[in-house]
């Protein structure tokens, strides 16, 4: 296993009381269990080599986001892409539990854990809507899960800017994506999962 160093890790109960994220942004909240709750939801799709996606969904309290909910929509897969399909279905289970949309959260069944250029466009939207919106990647070939935001001013603009469809090249340098340093792992918050397959 890998030596994780948590003296780096953001402080949550200073988190609790600040709105002062790096970046001027609020803080995220993830549930500590979410991402492998979330592999076991996609292990069937995972053992066929197909990625799974949902939509990470929570509230704003005191000036901090909370992921409470993964919605797993209707979708289509291939090894390298997720399609959701019945969106409407989404927003209504949003609109019942009073949800906002922070983010979402997708299985890279046999690569590394990162945003390919259909990544960063999906991603591009969310965080449009939501400065602080995450993109959470499992990698469970590889034991890698990462959390994502597109950089800012670089990746926002070069991606928003970008007509291109499909997988296609953009520039490396300067970096497109980062990790989110705004978002912190909450080991008391459990999530709900609500699979609409």
């Known amino acids: ?3 994780i160093d948590r ?10 009381n600040s709105s002062n994220a790096p970046n001027g942004l609020r803080w995220v909240k993830i549930p ?4 492998s709750k979330f592999l076991e939801k996609a292990s069937d799709n995972t053992r066929r080599n197909l990625e799974t996606c949902g939509i990470l969904a929570g509230s704003l309290q005191r000036n901090v ?13 291939t090894s390298d892409s997720c399609t959701t399909l ?7 289970i949003q609109d019942q539990h009073s949800l906002m949309t922070l983010g979402w959260i997708h299985t890279h069944p046999s690569q590394t854990s990162f945003l390919s250029s259909v990544d960063l466009h999906t991603h591009c939207s969310y965080q449009m809507m939501l400065d602080e919106a995450v ?3 499992c990698a469970p070939r590889y034991s890698q899960t990462g959390v994502y935001s597109l950089t800012r001013p670089n990746g926002m603009k070069q991606i928003g800017q970008c007509r291109q469809s499909g997988f296609h090249p953009h520039p490396k340098e300067p970096p497109l994506f980062e ?8 080991t008391a918050l459990a999530p709900t999962f609500v699979d609409l397959r």
Do not use: G, R, Y
């Open 179 to 186: 990790e989110s340093q705004h978002a912190i792992v909450d």
């Open 32 to 35: 500590a269990q979410l991402p």
């Open 1 to 3: 296993h890998p030596v």
């Open 86 to 92: 019945n969106e409407e279905d989404l927003f209504d």
């Open 135 to 137: 993109a959470i990647v």
């Open 7 to 16: 003296s780096c890790k953001p402080d949550i109960s200073a988190a609790q």
């Open 65 to 77: 986001f909370h992921i409470t909910h993964v919605i797993i929509p209707k979708q289509t897969a």
